[in-house]
């Protein structure tokens, strides 16, 4: 059973515009979230995180959001540029040496 | 700096032939490290982990084992491949948990 779940397997945004990409989770005990960026045939990056004791972390065009109450994590982008088109993973510690991770989303950023 | 090494980038097996991807650390010492998958269509999945030499954790059963050597060395093998091993492959390390995992470039297997 899936504990980080993307629901949404692809997202399509207009350049400029902000892209909303949405992960939700089952744990009450993961205390560090974080999203990754995949492009093909390439291993994931570390993109941006956010410790559970926070409800917001921001860099640069990326916000990220937790709440907590709804087990609910979500990455801005504003604005959105091309270069931003990838697969996002969100991922959820449990403990130091596990990281859960959802399936992914497929983000586009028409230009 | 810290570098992380996965090889082969690409591998065509045939079913029931072994196999073995191996990872290697560089710029750190004592690193955990990591074996995930990517199925189609699929999130990551966490394969096996390691928190020093010789001490591996296995977290799926499946057709697969790993194995830490060295500190900084890491390989996944098969005996026989399935079918069902066919996917994306990666390698992590971690040494600061808050930074999660830095992520090698992967293996894509096919197995045929």
């Known amino acids: 059973d899936q504990q980080v779940k993307q629901n949404s397997p692809s997202l399509s945004v207009q350049e400029g515009r902000i892209s909303i990409l949405n992960c939700d989770y089952t744990?009450?005990?993961?205390?560090?979230f974080l999203w990754y960026k995949k492009y093909p045939a390439e291993g994931p990056t570390f993109l941006i995180s956010?410790?559970?004791?926070?409800d917001k972390n921001e860099d640069g065009r990326f916000t990220v959001f937790l709440n907590k109450s709804a087990k609910h994590l979500s990455l801005h982008i504003v604005p959105s540029q091309p270069g931003d088109s990838a697969v996002y993973f969100c991922?959820?510690?449990?403990?130091?040496?596990?990281?859960?991770f959802g399936s992914g989303t497929k983000l586009n950023v028409k230009p | 700096s810290q570098t992380i090494h996965q090889w082969p980038a690409t591998l065509v097996q045939p079913v029931g032939s072994p196999l073995s991807l191996e990872c290697t650390v560089e710029?750190?010492?004592?690193?955990?490290l990591y074996w995930y998958r990517q199925a189609a269509g699929r999130g990551l999945q966490l394969l096996f982990y390691?928190?020093?030499?010789?001490?591996i954790s296995s977290e799926v059963p499946q057709n697969l084992s790993a194995s830490r050597p060295q500190d900084r060395q890491f390989i996944l093998s098969s005996k026989k491949l399935l079918l069902s091993d066919s996917g994306f492959y990666l390698c992590?390390?971690?040494?600061?948990?808050?930074?999660?995992?830095?992520f090698g470039s992967g293996t894509r297997l096919t197995v045929v």
């Open positions: 992590a390390w971690s040494a600061a948990p808050n930074y999660g995992y830095t």
């Open positions: 744990n009450s005990m993961f205390d560090y």
């Open positions: 956010i410790s559970s004791i926070k």
């Open positions: 991922a959820a510690r449990e403990n130091f040496n596990k990281f859960y």
């Open positions: 710029g750190t010492s004592n690193p955990n």
């Open positions: 390691s928190v020093g030499i010789g001490q």
